[in-house]
C-alpha cells in the first residue's frame, strides 16, 4: 500500500513525541499499556470478559483457546470514548504488537466504524488498517532505534528482546528503516 507523502516521517515523529511524553529516549523500550494509560485509553484482558457473563463466557473460550489466532485486539467505542480489548491469550511480544497498532488508531484520530457488515462479512478501511498497521511498529521501534541496533550491531534477537518484540518485527523496522544502511554511511 502507497502512503501519502510524508506519512511514513509523520509516523516517526509521532513516536518520539510518545517517548518524549512518556520520558523515554529512542532506545529505550516502550510499555503499550503505559502509553494507554497516558492516552486514557482503557486496555481489558479478553479472559476478563469470561467472567462477565455465562453467554460471554464460551465466546471467549472460542477466541482465547480455540481459534486464537482469529482475535487479536480492537477498539470499542463508547461514544467519543475508546476502549480497547486484547487477547491476552497471545504471546507477550504479539500482545505488545497488536496494543500498539490498535493505539496507532487513536494517535492517528481514526474514526469509529462498524466492524462488520450487514452480511456479518468483517469490515474494514484498508487504508486505516494500513497506517495503523505502519505505527504500531514504529512505536515499538522508531527509526531512530532500528539505527541504534544496526550501528551497535546488535542481534536481531536481542534487539527483539531489548524492545519487547517479536524477532519478525525487529527485522521488518530494520528493513524498512534502512537502519543498516544509515548505519553503515553515518558511522562508517
Known sequence: MKFERGFKAHANRV????????NLDSISPLCPWNLAEDLCIPVLPLSTLAGASSDL???VDYLANRVPQVFSAITVFHGPRRLIVHNDAHAPTRQRSDLAHELAHALLLHPPHP???S????KFDGEL??????LGPV?????????WVAAKRISVSE?????????????????????EHIARHRFA
Not at 452480511?119 to 468483517?122: A, K, L, M, P, T
Not at 488498517?129 to 505502519?134: H, Q, R
Not at 534487539?159 to 537502519?179: I, N, Q, T, W
Open 159 to 179: 534487539a527483539a528482546g531489548h524492545f519487547g518484540v517479536s524477532v519478525d518485527l525487529m527485522r521488518f523496522r530494520l528493513r524498512m528503516s534502512g537502519a
Open 57 to 59: 463466557a464460551g465466546h
Open 119 to 122: 452480511d456479518g462479512q468483517r
Open 15 to 22: 513516536a518520539l513525541e510518545v517517548r518524549n511524553d512518556l
Open 115 to 117: 466492524p462488520f457488515c
Open 129 to 134: 488498517e494500513a497506517e495503523a498497521g505502519w
Open 139 to 147: 512505536l515499538l521501534v522508531p527509526n531512530e532505534a532500528a539505527i
